[in-house]
């Protein structure tokens, strides 16, 4: 069977990686890795995170083996790369931000005290988002760390709208409840 697969349609292709089966999609990332590679890099011009975001794309259509409908295929991919291209630069205007955050001299005063129980408060926040459930912290990092809507997570991630929804609020929920127990015990410490 895997002898002849690269000659197989999507859909057919698509139904093989159903039944968990690599060559199929080993037939399919030869298909369109290239092509893939080329609107990431047209987008990016940078060939590692292209790589990175093809790789990624690929990796998702793995997961979501099961759930990947036939229907045009490479506009589905299309799009993914697309969703994936934007996620980049969004967690790259974060990352800036987050850095610009932590220096900021306003925030810190100037004052090596408060630049530390900052930097203890950002460990402890992200020590509860790794605590977050595998999918909920998922969500959560796609959302506020890499600045995706609820829509593209959707689409990367193989799952429904509603769900995305759901786990953000649940991820939200516990992380304003812990940190609300976390800033009572810094001021019942502090006096």
Known sequence: MSRGVHLLSDEELISLMAEDNEAAFTALYHR??????????????DLPAAEDIVHDVFASIWRNR???????????????????TIAHF?????????????????????NMENRLHYR????????????????????FRYSRQNGMSSREIAQVMGISHKTVDNQL???????????????????TFLF
């Open 90 to 110: 969004r967690k790259k205007e974060y990352g800036h931000k987050y850095q610009e955050t932590i220096l900021d001299p306003d925030l810190c005063d100037g």
């Open 32 to 45: 369109y890795w290239e092509m893939l590679l080329g609107m990431a890099f047209n987008r990016l011009k």
């Open 120 to 139: 203890h408060i950002l460990q402890m926040v992200n020590e509860e988002v790794n605590n977050l459930p595998e999918k909920c912290r998922v969500v």
């Open 169 to 187: 609020n649940k991820a939200i929920t516990h992380l304003r409840h812990k940190m609300k127990h976390l800033i009572h015990s810094c001021f």
């Open 66 to 84: 099961n759930k990947l409908a036939a229907d045009s295929l490479s506009h589905y991919l299309a799009a993914a790369v697309k969703y994936m």
